[in-house]
């Protein structure tokens, strides 16, 4: 007979004599070492460090070996994946929602990317009157300078002349945000139109 057996069946026997003689809130300790060895106790054994099994007259319980630092990263890494799972998988329900919500039909779709589109055409339409007039003030102040091709440019001309390239320098920027913003805007009602094509013939995923 193994030592390993024998240790194991004086572990049983010790449980045997713990469950008819203990007091009811007593406990019995039993675990197996790195070498395979069986060790059991009212109190936790010191080779006890990593996983054991409590006894008692509730039944069994058995407590995991502490994590490594390794473990543990590994461990938090895993829930705060399945957490942001979680949370991406809320928001997509609350969207396709809102989605069924805002549009009875496709055509509605169409309707508010319409006027969507609209509204920020107007605006670029006074982006469009800044440039051009911008523009304008350019070509005057070139004019202007043009009389100063042969002596010393007065400082009031160089600063309106920088002050008019900022400007039609911001206008320019301003009028490729507001094409920019119409394309996005497109491409954001034709997302719309897929996924609530998608939520109502059951193609959609979740």
Same mark, same amino acid.
């Given at each position: 007979m193994s030592n390993e057996l024998i240790a194991w069946r004086r572990c049983a026997?010790?449980? =045997? &004599? =713990? #469950?008819? $003689?203990?007091? +009811? +809130? #007593? *406990?019995? /300790?039993?675990?197996?070492?790195?070498? !395979?060895?069986? /060790?059991? !106790?009212d109190t936790?054994? @010191?080779?006890?460090? !990593? =996983? /054991?099994? @409590?006894? $008692? @007259?509730? !039944? &069994? *319980? $058995?407590?995991? #070996?502490?994590?490594? +630092?390794e473990q543990k990263a590994q461990r938090e890494a895993a829930e705060a994946r399945k957490k942001e799972a979680e949370r991406l998988a809320n928001e997509q329900r609350r969207k396709d929602q809102a989605l069924l919500n805002t549009y009875g039909n496709e055509k509605d779709i169409d309707l508010l990317r319409d006027r969507a589109v609209a509204d920020i055409e107007v605006s670029a339409k006074q982006v469009q009157a800044k440039y051009d007039k911008a523009v304008k003030r350019k070509q005057q102040l070139e004019r202007e300078l043009e009389f100063y091709a042969k002596k010393p440019v007065p400082e009031s001309l160089k600063s309106q002349i920088k002050e008019n390239e900022i400007d039609i320098q911001a206008q320019t920027k301003a009028l490729d945000d507001k094409k920019a913003e119409i394309e996005a805007t497109r491409v954001r009602f034709e997302e719309d139109r897929k996924r609530y094509r998608a939520l109502m013939d059951g193609t959609a995923k979740r």
């Open positions: 026997a010790l449980l =045997a &004599v =713990a #469950a008819f $003689s203990l007091p +009811a +809130a #007593a *406990r019995t /300790y039993c675990c197996t070492d790195k070498t !395979g060895r069986k /060790y059991c !106790g936790l054994p @010191e080779q006890c460090q !990593g =996983a /054991y099994k @409590e006894f $008692s @007259e509730k !039944g &069994v *319980r $058995s407590v995991e #070996a502490p994590l490594t +630092a």
